[in-house]
């Protein structure tokens, strides 16, 4: 997306970050932010120590998504092996809408691809209606066998890339 460039995220970036994530799924409609996941959600220090994590900058911060490189990483959900995953892809609302959310998942499947990993991975609630149309745009398929329910209010829908060894 012109004007806006994908990158790690920076310590002195966490808090921001942090609250843009929790701004986003805020956004939303359903009951995803129950039993302290919006701490968990703001924690993007944490995340950055343990998995990596992308930020989306044009003027100021306006996204941010956690790249899960393999199974070894606390943040993998349900990854098999040769598997990388994606986690809490949020774009600040007032710049949703704008190709921000595209150009992070974007740099997932080329993070992917150069670690030659077989898939990627990611998991989503069914309310997040913008992300699903962004994952079938970029290729994902839905994978219902690998569907999971963290909690009873929340099932959460698995789509996959696979991504071939070239
Ligand atoms: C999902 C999200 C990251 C997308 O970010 P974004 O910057 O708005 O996305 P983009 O502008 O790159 O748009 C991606 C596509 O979704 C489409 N889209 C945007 N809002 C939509 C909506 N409400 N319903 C359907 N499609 C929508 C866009 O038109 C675009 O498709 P196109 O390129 O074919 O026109 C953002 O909406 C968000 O933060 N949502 C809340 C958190 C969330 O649901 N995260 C997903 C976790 S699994």
């Known amino acids: 997306m012109p004007g806006v460039q994908v990158r790690p995220i920076e310590p002195g970036e966490y808090e921001l970050a942090g609250r843009i994530v929790l701004s986003a799924y805020e956004s939303l409609p359903g009951n995803h932010l129950a039993g302290g996941y919006a701490e968990v959600?703001?924690?993007v220090g944490r995340r950055a120590g343990e998995?990596?994590?992308l930020v989306a900058v044009g003027l100021e911060l306006l996204?941010?998504?956690t790249f899960v490189p393999?199974?070894?990483s606390p943040w993998a959900e349900l990854l098999g092996p040769g598997e990388a995953g994606v986690r809490m892809l949020a774009?600040?609302?007032s710049a949703q809408g704008r190709g921000v959310g595209r150009a992070l998942l974007t740099a997932c499947i080329e993070r992917?691809?150069?670690l030659r990993r077989e898939g990627l991975l990611?998991?989503?609630?069914?309310?997040?209606?913008a992300a699903h149309h962004l994952y079938g745009s970029a290729g994902f398929v839905r994978l219902p066998e690998r569907d999971w329910f963290p909690v009873p209010e929340v099932p959460l829908m698995a789509f996959c890339l696979a991504l071939s060894p070239d």
């Open 41 to 43: 959600l703001s924690d």
């Open 51 to 53: 998995a990596e994590v």
């Open 122 to 129: 990611l998991h989503s609630a069914p309310w997040m209606e």
């Open 70 to 72: 393999d199974n070894s």
């Open 112 to 114: 992917a691809r150069q």
């Open 91 to 93: 774009v600040e609302p």
């Open 63 to 65: 996204g941010c998504v």
